[in-house]
């Protein structure tokens, strides 16, 4: 267990619809990451935010967002879902070392 | 652009023997580099780290070696278990780019007992 928290573990939604996924970090972790793990494609950097501010972004699209709130926790938005929206979407969080652990992870699956 | 690449998709290995997973990296900023082991329908698991300014790292059965002039990172487990069996992840990140890492594709291990 990394003490990464995600949820929902499983998402199913339909083309044209907004979803909402949350990560809960590590205690005492600052930073936060969204990666996205799609079936022919590696694990992706999306978007990185430490302390509430966003501090670095990756090939994350227009239609996606997210948030660190002063809980630490983060969301990350998706809308106007697209088939090709349907992965693995992880969080990692991190502390003052470049280690990042990583949660179970949110299936989502767009039909 | 892929910046980190592992070239074996998958690797088989017995019980007890060594198992050897490399990792290729393209980017000489990088300066971080990772190894994490993933089961299905798992996150990723953080196994062992290196830093550029070291050559080898030991942990218990995990060590990762790094050649920066090659620009070659390989992972030696020591003696390879059953519960081995899984893809091995490489990651890299540069303090020039803040803390995103740059994933290879993966190997897939399997240890036949």
Redesign the interface.
């Known amino acids: 267990d ?1 003490g ?1 928290t ?1 949820t929902p573990k499983h998402l199913i939604t339909a083309t044209g619809q907004r979803v909402t996924l949350r990560c809960s970090p590590r205690s005492g972790d600052l ?1 936060v ?1 969204w ?1 996205q793990q799609s079936l022919d494609q ?4 999306l978007i ?1 935010y430490y302390n509430g501010e966003e ?2 972004k ?1 090939n994350i699209l227009e239609r996606f967002s997210a948030q660190q709130f002063p809980d630490l926790h983060s969301e990350l938005n998706l809308s106007s879902l697209e088939l090709g929206d349907s992965a693995l979407y ?1 969080c ?1 969080s ?1 502390a003052n070392t ?8 949110t ?1 989502l699956t767009v039909l | 652009d892929q910046q980190v690449k592992q070239n074996s998709p998958s690797l088989s290995v017995q019980e007890g023997r060594i198992s050897i997973l490399n990792c290729d990296y393209t980017n000489s900023m990088f300066d ?1 580099f ?1 190894w ?1 082991k993933k089961y299905p ?6 196994l062992i ?1 290196i830093s550029s300014i070291k050559d080898k790292n030991e942990d218990g059965r995990f060590t990762v070696f790094l050649n920066k002039s090659a620009k070659h990172l390989s992972l030696h487990i020591v003696p390879s278990q059953p519960g081995d069996s899984a893809v091995y ?1 490489c ?1 890299a ?1 540069a303090e020039t ?10 190997t897939q291990l399997t240890v036949n007992p």
């Open positions: 990394s990464v995600q930073s990451y990666y590696g694990l992706q950097f990185q501090r670095a990756g992880f990692a991190s470049d280690t990042q652990y990583f949660g179970p992870g299936r | 971080y990772l994490y329908a798992e996150g990723p698991t953080f780290s992840f990651a990140s780019s803040g803390s995103r890492l740059t994933f290879g594709e993966g």
